[in-house]
């Protein structure tokens, strides 16, 4: 039986507002998601799941307002904890620390987790939501690392070279045979 994951990419953050746990979407983020609740409202999406942090919640929760739901959180589909779990990793840090990760799977920050933790906790909310919502449309709110993670452990071609191209916002649609990746699409196609 088919079901289908769309994993939808936060909008964009102010990076200097808050910190990883509530920052939410600057204006364009807003606008990020509006674009995102046109795109998707027509996919027949009956479940909404997202990541703890407001910018991903933020993303999808009007997509789910208008098919009457709520945004179920789980705090396992957060994004990879880089150093420490309330602060930013400046962008000029995060390129060798990613690059080290996907090299070393088992690689860490002191204070934070590898990229094999991040996987591992992940996946786990990942399979138990498609035995859950079996055969239904799910929208999951998340974050580039975390989502590449994912994305990894059922594909090897998602890997760090993936993560670097992918945009924010970003829609990947993931059909799945029960628990076997069959197909991704993307769907956010936008500059
Ligand atoms: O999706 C991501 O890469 C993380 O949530 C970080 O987002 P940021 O660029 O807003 O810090």
């Known amino acids: 039986m088919k079901t289908f994951i769309y994993m939808v990419r936060h909008g964009e953050s102010p990076k200097t507002e808050g910190n990883e746990r509530t920052r939410g979407l600057t204006d364009k983020g807003k606008s990020d998601a509006f674009q995102i609740t046109e795109l998707l409202r027509g996919e027949g999406i ?9 910018r991903a919640i933020l993303t999808i929760q009007e997509l789910a307002q208008c098919s009457g ?4 959180i789980f705090e396992d589909l957060k994004e990879r904890i880089f150093s ?5 990793i400046p962008d000029d840090e995060l390129f060798p620390l990613l690059d080290k990760s996907f090299s ?12 094999a933790v991040c996987q591992n906790r992940s996946i786990t909310v990942l399979k138990e939501l498609l035995k ?7 929208a999951l709110g998340t974050h580039g690392a975390v989502m590449t993670l994912m994305m990894e452990y059922y594909d090897k071609q998602y ?23 069959v197909e991704v699409k993307r769907l ?3 500059p």
């Open 104 to 115: 070393d799977p088992n690689f860490a920050l002191t204070g934070g987790e590898s990229n």
């Open 159 to 181: 890997d760090l070279n993936f993560l670097l191209h992918t945009s924010k916002p970003d829609v990947y649609r993931m059909e799945f045979n029960d628990q076997e990746l």
């Open 132 to 138: 859950i919502y079996r055969g239904q449309k799910v």
């Open 46 to 54: 009956e479940v909404f799941v997202s990541s703890p942090y407001q």
């Open 188 to 190: 956010w196609n936008m």
């Open 84 to 88: 420490s779990e309330d602060n930013r």
């Open 69 to 72: 739901q709520e945004v179920l």
